[in-house]
RNA sequence: GCACCCGUAGCUCAGUAGGAUAGAGCGUCCGCCUCCUAAGCGGAAGGUCGCGCGUUCGAAUCGCGCCGGGUGUGCCA
């Protein structure tokens, strides 16, 4: 089934060449009626001293054309190869039809751990749509991971330590009560933290009443600690809504306090390794020329997130023996993790290498960058709320005779959202837009979603058990099919690159290109009618690409519903 | 100042381990439902690939230099 290779091979034997090497050089035209795959020859001219057209004519005429390849055409360099469309769509549909949902997997991560570092929210802290990317992105990885063999282990870093909280509890000893917070959680505590703020600026010994409260929670005082995990708890509650609206999943949240108590050892460990150094007060390991240094210990003798990060880091790698080591964190914090990655480096593990930023970009409003403290914040359960209310609307319009509403409207409006932030590459800053998300035409989830349901409607159609029936496979030699079949052909190769560049955006462009072949198909072709073995054929067209797509949108954390 | 990232159609973006006339969606305009879901399909218009020089048979893609935007740049995360 690999066409590359077999094309390869008869060019390699035509021209007494290595065949990988020839392999390398065969390309996949961008316009399929010049084939649908060439062999350029541009860069034997050398070689062969020869003019290109030349080599390609004659490379053409000693050219045995393999099984599987209709035809071969030289065009100028070219040498252009045309799959036998019939065979091809036939071997496609059957290594679908065989694999099910399994199509397009992998074993290539097998006995392989992964972790994956991402959302880590803050604790008392909104999640808005600034938290969406991370948290979208990295449950894609961790599916993507998983379909290949992988095991992932998603981790939820949270911020749950720091002067914040000596804050939070000020605030709330102040103005703060119980029913409030347990009414309004997240936005209470909100409230209590802007507020301090604001009275922090008039009477600067708040601040030291805050600062007491975190030593407190430090020291392990009863009090304090109780109102802090009552804090960490609520949020957790609340965010745990989101997450199940976005079925996203994590197998740890082993946070910023949870490492309090393992940065000594690494601090201990870079003493002993004399890489520490005293530099205006505070403790800093120095990186070179390339890179400014990294801060262990602040003057005060206080700890900072690299250390958290490094002793982390090393907890994951005992724990876990990680393959690789993912965090999904926007790209402001591109040289931190440079940084101390490079300490790991610098202290002899050579694990270093498999520390990885999947860095992404940034989300503002049209009215500015996200400040919570600002109140500029748009909160992403009410993007959610309004995405799957505007789909309970079209939906009363368009099928207002459709069972389960609620959960069609539910899954297609978040599903819009999710497309939505997986749609381009990781690195392009974007502006929210209520505009964009709530647009459902064009290349945007409920289309891939639609196209799905189709699929699915076609198939409830027809009265006939279409799998086991004879198929007429030369009702489908035709290029719509041919078109779904190498998009079905591509899927898995696509799955491995999105895992190689941890980009979830790859699946996500795949798998609307083969609803778009999909629905011109649809749209070209009657798929049910009398002819039963002609029916079953066209059938197994939808059905695959329904199958693929389903998973496409599995992996990038999008559902797909069975009508719509 | 220095480092990193980005710059492709009105807008949002693909395409960047060099390859054949630079692609898509949105928006605009024009068509297609007595027929399997029109959240669909087809077509039109729309581009000095930021600018210049270089490497190459060939550059949106590689190198150098500019310009524009963003991020970061020692005790926040």
């Known amino acids: 089934m690999d066409y590359k290779q077999i094309i390869a091979q008869a060019i390699a034997k035509a021209a007494d060449m290595a065949a990988d090497e020839i392999e390398a050089m065969i390309e996949v035209p961008a316009d399929t009626s010049m084939g649908d795959y060439a062999f350029p020859c541009f860069r034997l001219a050398k070689t062969f001293r020869k003019a290109p057209p030349l080599i390609a004519a004659d490379i053409s005429e000693k050219l045995e054309i393999p099984k599987g390849i209709s035809r071969a055409e030289v065009v100028g360099a070219y040498i252009n190869f045309f799959l036998d469309n019939q065979s091809f769509i036939e071997d496609v549909l059957g290594d679908v039809l065989e694999k099910g949902e399994e199509y397009g997997s ?102 030291d009443t805050a600062r007491m409260w975190f030593k407190k ?7 304090a600690l109780s109102i802090f995990n009552w804090f960490k708890e609520l949020t957790l509650k609340e965010v745990k809504i989101i997450y199940d609206m976005l079925d996203v999943h994590f197998d740890s949240y082993d ?88 300490v790991v480096e610098l202290m002899g593990y050579t694990w270093a290498k498999d520390l990885e930023h999947v860095s992404f970009g940034m989300v503002s409003l049209e009215g500015g960058t996200l400040s919570t ?57 974007s502006t929210f837009s209520f505009e964009r998300v709530l647009n459902f035409d064009g290349e945007t989830g409920p289309y891939v979603q639609y196209t799905y349901a189709r699929c699915q409607s076609l198939k409830k159609r027809c009265d ?38 941890n980009e979830p955006y790859f699946i996500t462009k795949h798998i609307t290109e083969l609803a778009k ?21 066209r059938l197994t067209v939808a059905h695959c690409a329904g199958v693929v797509i389903k998973t496409g949108l599995s992996l990038i954390g999008v559902g797909a519903p069975e009508r719509m």
């Open 106 to 207: 992998a074993d290539i991560g097998k006995g392989r751990n992964v972790c994956i570092d991402y959302s880590s929210i803050n604790i008392a802290k909104p999640f808005h749509i600034g938290h969406l990317s991370t948290t979208v992105i990295g449950s894609s990885l961790y599916k993507i991971y998983n379909f290949l063999g992988f095991h992932s282990i998603g981790i939820n870093h949270l911020g749950d330590w720091g002067t914040q909280f000596g804050k939070l509890i000020t605030a709330y000893k102040l103005w703060g009560n119980k029913e409030d917070i347990e009414k309004n959680s997240i936005n209470a505590m909100l409230e209590l933290y802007v507020r301090f703020h604001d009275e922090a600026e008039k009477d600067d010994s708040l601040n």
């Open 217 to 223: 929670i430090e020291d392990g005082d009863e009090e």
């Open 255 to 342: 946070g910023e306090s949870f490492y309090n108590d393992k940065m000594q050892p690494v601090i201990d460990e870079l003493n002993e390794k004399h890489m520490l150094e005293l530099s205006e007060g505070a403790y800093v390991v120095r990186l070179g020329d390339e890179l400014p240094p990294c801060i262990i210990l602040k003057s005060d003798g206080a700890t900072l997130y690299s250390t958290r990060d490094l002793a982390a880091a090393f907890y994951r790698k005992k724990t876990y023996d990680f393959y690789k080591c993912l965090y999904v964190v926007a790209y402001q914090q591109d040289l931190h993790f440079k940084q101390w990655f490079k």
């Open 373 to 429: 403290r600002k109140g500029n914040v748009v909160l992403l359960q009410e993007v959610l709320e309004k995405a799957v209310e505007k789909t309970r609307a079209i939906i009363e319009e368009k099928s207002p005779g459709l069972e389960g509403k609620d959960d069609v409207a539910k899954t297609v409006g978040v599903g819009a959202v999710v497309f939505d932030a997986l749609r381009t590459a990781r690195i392009k800053d």
């Open 464 to 501: 006939f058990d279409f799998l086991t029936a004879e198929k007429d496979w030369q009702a489908i030699d035709n290029k719509e099919a041919f078109a779904v079949a190498k998009l079905l052909e591509g899927f898995g190769e696509v799955v491995i690159k999105a895992c190689e560049k």
């Open 517 to 537: 072949a999909m629905n011109r198909f649809y749209f070209e072709h009657r798929v049910i009618d009398d002819d039963k073995a002609a029916t079953a054929a």
